[in-house]
């Protein structure tokens, strides 16, 4: 059985660094076409891609936060850990950590989400 | 970037009617498209991937067609736990994108 889990902080002050911690369960990071990203949505909003990591190490990020994002795997620990510099009120959302198998090549198994609150 | 362009907004609907749901990319993305359900206070759940594959435990109600730019996600007969939003999502290009989501809301 599959299953992912975020951790990290519910409440981060703007400028902030963001650490969010996924821990997952029922598969290897270390499996070849597997891999793990993270995905936010702002209250109310639409799903936004913000990071991707495969079992080989490559890394995919959003564009337009490619210079405040860092994802990073622990294959022994079975982590996977996003980083976001330098946060802001409009990067309050709820963050999701899902898995991307090759069969099937989406998204099957999802985190139950984080909400993050950016405030002073 | 591929934008993904979902219609309509809010699709307002009865149980047992038929529900059709659009999504137009910018450009094309084959076959790798997938479609997800959201309710409230959940996370995303996969329907379809590759446009028309069906994923482990998804009723038959939902089906999923097209290739190209235009694509289709079909519900054939509302049932009470369908009424939530549906989100389609690109696999062809990085950075992978998302649709802004169709709501089928109760009529």
């Known amino acids: 059985q599959i299953t992912l889990k975020e951790s990290g902080p519910t409440l981060v002050k703007p400028t902030q660094t963001l650490t969010l911690t996924c821990t997952f369960s029922?598969?290897?990071?270390?499996?070849?076409?597997?891999?793990v990203g993270w995905i936010r949505q702002p209250p109310g909003k639409a799903l936004e891609w913000l990071a991707f990591i495969y079992w080989d190490g490559d890394k995919r990020y959003s564009p337009s936060l490619k210079s405040r994002l860092t994802i990073t795997k622990d294959t022994s620990k079975k982590q996977v850990v996003l980083t976001m510099t330098n946060m802001d009120s409009v990067d309050t959302a709820t963050y999701y950590c899902?898995?991307?198998?090759?069969?099937?090549?989406?998204?099957?198994?999802w985190g139950q989400g984080t909400l993050v609150t950016v405030s002073s | 970037e591929i934008v993904l362009t979902q219609s309509p907004a809010t699709l307002s609907l009865s149980p047992g009617d038929r529900a059709t749901l659009s999504c137009r990319a910018s450009?094309?993305?084959?076959?790798?498209l997938a479609w997800y359900q959201q309710k409230p206070g959940q996370a995303p759940r996969l329907l379809v991937y590759?446009?028309?594959n069906r994923a482990t435990g998804i009723p038959a109600r939902f089906s999923g067609s097209g290739s190209g730019t235009d694509f289709t996600l079909t519900i054939s007969s509302l049932e009470p736990e369908d009424f939530a939003v549906y989100y389609c999502q690109q696999r062809h290009n990085w950075p992978w994108t998302f649709g802004q989501g169709t709501k089928v809301e109760i009529k």
């Open positions: 899902a898995h991307r198998s090759v069969a099937p090549p989406a998204l099957a198994y």
């Open positions: 450009q094309t993305v084959t076959s790798l």
């Open positions: 590759d446009a028309s």
């Open positions: 029922g598969f290897s990071l270390s499996t070849s076409g597997v891999g």
